[in-house]
């Protein structure tokens, strides 16, 4: 199955490690180091064109890649529990 973060991409659901607030996780020095360093080593990428709200952590093959999204946690929450549209088989 796949989780739907927004605009056209989808990552697998079993390489999700974790959903994140960006406005409640940046406030810790670690989190903005882990997003520095990510961006530095070109493992981020952009799902939207606007303000992202979230990031989500996936690790696939022993890579981790972070997707910041327009989409809150709950939303992605919501289609990860197939609640929304955002869970494809």
């Known amino acids: 199955m796949y989780l739907h973060l ?3 991409v989808v ?18 020095r ?8 990510a961006e530095r ?3 981020v990428e952009t799902v939207t064109s606007e303000l992202p709200r979230s ?3 996936c690790s696939e ?10 989409l809150t946690t709950a ?3 919501k289609r990860s529990e197939g609640g929304g549209s955002g869970l494809q088989e």
């Not at 490690?17 to 940046?26: A, K, M, P, R, Y």
Request: aromatic residues 8%; glycine residues 10%; proline residues 2%.
């Open 6 to 8: 927004g605009q056209s």
């Open 55 to 57: 990031f989500v952590l």
């Open 11 to 28: 990552v697998p659901f079993d390489s999700v490690v974790g959903v994140f607030d960006l406005d409640n996780t940046t406030g810790s």
């Open 61 to 70: 093959n022993g890579e981790q890649k972070i997707y910041l999204s327009q």
């Open 75 to 77: 939303t992605l929450l």
């Open 30 to 37: 670690i989190t903005r180091d882990l997003l520095r360093r």
């Open 41 to 43: 080593e070109g493992r």
